[in-house]
């Protein structure tokens, strides 16, 4: 009997642990959501409401036709632009990163664990600390007026970000850079024809990241904009909409933008989850 | 296909830890070399100096004729294997073995024919369209093999090719090695630690330690002559018995006492097994290692039969290997564990004979197979090739009594010694000349040199001989006592020979650093003068060049004209053909998409009829387990039974999900890589048909060029070959212009460019900042105007060798050379000598690396 009193306690012990996992989880997740389902539904009310929910018979789809029609919110203009820049910056940089992290991985030169060190202790450094600077040198080269300018700023700093990219590359063993060698390729020959080949969740993963960067920051796309006296017209989403909160009739124009801001990042993310975990995972293997 | 030299190789890391230390080896084409020992041995790191995958810190290594230190590894026409295969993972069969001969641009065809015949002889060719995850480590093993050797390299390098593969793939590979030696012909280097390996598959076999080379010859020299104990352990298995003994020569035989074990009886050597040895260690005072392998004692009773050389073994265990037994001993009888013996045993014997562990047996020792060490050095007391004879000498009064009796020459720096002896090296022994008499009494053949025993005045000695000589034959030498080392009756030294060779320090200097010192126009001359001879030289080269050029494009141009009058013909020809060309690779295209959509579709099916399939039985088996659980709570009263099936009908249901999924993953897995193998199949098929017929397009297209506009050929050629011309003037005018001087304190000696590249070579640009040491032989000195002033203190005289001492001053230190008399010259006398360098030894002074 004492064995069988035990068993029960040890599985309902079992069970109500798990129970309470799964209660705090649900409670985190609800918290994590709360703000995607509030703007959602805000982006189809028609005035700004205290509660989740839009007033009954408020419903309305008025805020997407307004981002698209009215002049003061040239949507699709600052969407263009916005994926202008990441498009680019994106690209630019993945191929600084996995050159640059193909580098740190595979030569060996004098400075080589001093710069690795540098680059990371720089990287502590947040990023706004030198927007001075930078629109000083934007201005020199003349190009402080437009805002693809911000592909280069966003570029600039691409090769700091190698130490995932880096550690999937010391994974690949080394023997395959010196078959490389011996079959009659360079080094060029290995990076591109074997090291990229075998680096899709990495390649994917960097250029995940450096997609999103542009895509959602407003601070130096806001300084840009602002010195220059830039029309709405070359707005970049994050700073156009951020434009709309100033006007609380433009509340629900502002929830609809969000969403539709997210659409595309969600996309890609639902789409290259997969490589993505695997991009982490695999760096970290070997850090 | 190839032979390859290695001279004086070092690798050093900037650690200053030396991987490789003065590596020297020629291979001829066609051997197989292999590198053994333990690990750290820098086997590895040598093949891979080979391969060019690691920098040589200095010393030479030659691919035929060629130094290739600092060429690429691509140019040095080599192909090697990897132990961990090297496989690209991304890449079919095909497309690895392909891949290298892809980046060298050979004609498709041709890579297909190759690597059909590769994977023809490795046995591959079903598994060409395989990803290597999919294949085994011996197949994995083979289709590195099958890349290095269709290429045809010169040489053939492998790194430890069997160590991940288990026993039995690892014997059956070693075969398929040794045959692809045999078929090819090209030059193998093979690195191992196994000594089976290496046995089996060697030509010849090079033992490694500690970065050092120990022994290169064949397995049976290697296995019968090992030079040295760390050899004779490392070579063959059961390892070598090793004791310690005590050599003592009587009158008609050898003794032989064992030290940790007095109580044994005493093994008996004949006097001609130790011929060669020196005497010190035949006197029963030196401890020397004796070493037998296990087949060299023996239990048999016909062995005991003959009855010497017997001692008593007890028996510790038995390994037992089927065929024989292996039988564990000691020479002492030990109690317990705890103390390791230093007498231990093994015998090989045809079987257990009934003996048991803690029997005491008799065994007996086939003298004829042992070995003897140096305890000290571990060097073998009786080397193939003795270094020293070792004579008896008196030297009482001004006479020396060794070949008969003689004036004592001047300068041995003995003046009496009674019983002593002379150690004369061989090369003290010149053959030839003189005036002393010898009889010889044994020829042995050692490489291409004969090494004979000679009588010369009841002393046995030993020399290198011509070919010519027979045994019995009478020959005369003279001796040269500057290499001889005397030593008294109690074995110490007493007069130590004259070094080979004198040292001088030297920098390294450019031209402009010696003419700004010196101001001697001879210099700059002699850079206006080589210069002027490169761009002489280039003149001639390169008018006939342009006459070959006019030549050249005056026929491409009266070609063309020729031809074009039919151009547009032509043309409308090449069109028809490549849109032919290019329907097929559209229709290919198409039938590719099909082929991979019906695939897809196919797998799909697949994979949904087996989901229908798992999902059926998992719903089965629920409702299957319900009811039994149903049924038997009706049926069954037995309260603890009624317990125990609920308990497990609860495991079932908690369980079940878990166990549904694990099964869906595992088959989806399954499909997935029958899905991706089934593609990627399909997928290289179609890249290659495409390359084939853009390499279709592509031919035609120039096809047309070179017979309708030939001008532009040979005006695109020629560019290329005056650039090449252009590259190889500026290449020779830069040599010309480089001429570097060894400043030997205040004398400039002129370098040849053979030794600079050397020193370059191994030095990098840190030659400026380094002193050298210059080892110059007595013979390497010539008396010349410009050369450095010596003072001559005396003449010396070693009897047959005359030589004047000379003194100099180097950096503010007085230095002593030595040189062979040639003419009378008065003592005090000054006269100026110059180094030729290339009869010198020139070693980099901190790290003591012989650079040349």
Known sequence: ?287 | MASLKLEHIYKVYPNGHKAVTDFNMEIKDGEFIVFVGPSGCGKSTTLRMIAGLEDISSGELYIGDTIVNDMQPKDRDIAMVFQNYALYPHMTVYENMAFGLTLRKVPRTEIHEKVMWAADALGLKDYLDRKPKAMSGGQRQRVSLGRAILRNPKVMLLDEPLSNLDAKLRSQMRSVIGKLHQQLKTTFIYVTHDQVEAMTLGTRVVVMKLGKVQQIDTPQNLYDHPINKFVAGFIGTPQMNFFNVTLKEGAKDVDVAWVDVEEQPHLKLKKDQVLKAEKKFLQGTKTVVLGFRCEAISVEEEDLAKGDNIVDVVISHFEELGNETLIYGDLKHIEGLGEESKTPVIIKASSKKGFKPGDRIKARIDVSKIHLFDSETEMTIIPPVPEYSVLPVDIIDGKMELFGTEKKPNDIPVDFVKDGTISLPLSAIKVGEGKLEAKIDLIEVHGDKYLAQVTANKHKLFCFVDSKAKVGDKIKFAVDYSQATFRDHDEKIIGYPLSERDDLKATFVNLKTAFEVTKNQEFMDLQTKRIGEVNEKYASLEEEFNKEKDAAIAEAQKKQDANASKVEEEKAKLDEANAKIKEEIALAKKDHSEKVKEAKAKHKEIHKAEMEKIDAQYKKMWLDEKEDYRKSMLTNKDPESRRSRRMSYQIFKESFPQMKQNDIERKTNALDFDKETELGALDSKFSQKMHVLKEELAQNKQAFEETNFPLKGVEKEYAKKVKELEQRKKDDLLKAELIFFFKIDEHYELLPDAITTKIIQGLGNKVFTKVFRIAMPHDGFVEAEDGIPFQVVQEVNYGDVKMYKCSGEQYGEKIYVYILKEREIERGETIKLKPLIEKSEIYESDLNIRLY
């Open chain 1, 1 to 287: 009997m004492a064995e069988k009193k035990k068993l029960v306690s040890k599985r309902f012990a079992e069970k109500s642990q798990r129970a309470l996992v799964y209660f705090v989880l649900t409670l985190i997740s609800l918290i994590w959501v709360f703000p995607f389902f509030y703007l959602i539904f805000q982006s189809f009310g028609k005035y700004a409401s205290g509660g989740i929910f839009p007033a009954s018979g408020e419903w309305t789809f008025q805020n997407y036709v307004n981002l698209f029609t009215l002049p003061e919110t040239p949507f699709l203009k600052w969407w263009i632009n916005t994926f202008v820049i990441a498009f680019f910056t994106a690209l630019l940089q993945t191929i600084l990163v996995l050159m640059t992290s193909y580098a740190l991985s595979r030569l060996r030169f004098n400075g080589r664990q001093a710069l690795m060190k540098l680059i990371l202790i720089l990287g502590m450094f947040p990023g706004f600390l030198g927007m001075l600077v930078i629109y000083y040198i934007l201005e020199l080269l003349g190009i402080n007026t437009s805002i693809f300018s911000l592909i280069l700023v966003y570029t600039a700093s691409s090769a700091m970000s190698y130490y995932v990219a880096k550690g999937f590359f010391d994974t690949i063993p080394k023997a395959l850079d010196e078959a490389v060698m011996i079959d009659g390729g360079t080094k060029n020959t290995v990076f591109w024809r074997v090291i990229l080949p075998l680096s899709k969740p990495i390649i994917i993963y960097t250029i995940l990241v450096s997609f999103t960067g542009p895509w959602g920051d407003f601070m130096f796309g806001k300084y840009i904009t602002q010195t220059a006296g830039m029309l709405p017209d070359g707005y970049t989403v994050a700073v156009g909409l951020q434009g709309l909160t100033s006007n609380s009739d433009y509340y629900g124009t502002f929830c609809a933008g969000a969403v539709l801001v997210s659409i595309p990042i969600t996309a890609l993310f639902f789409w290259l989850q997969r490589y993505y975990v695997e991009g982490i995972a695999g760096g970290a293997v070997k850090g």
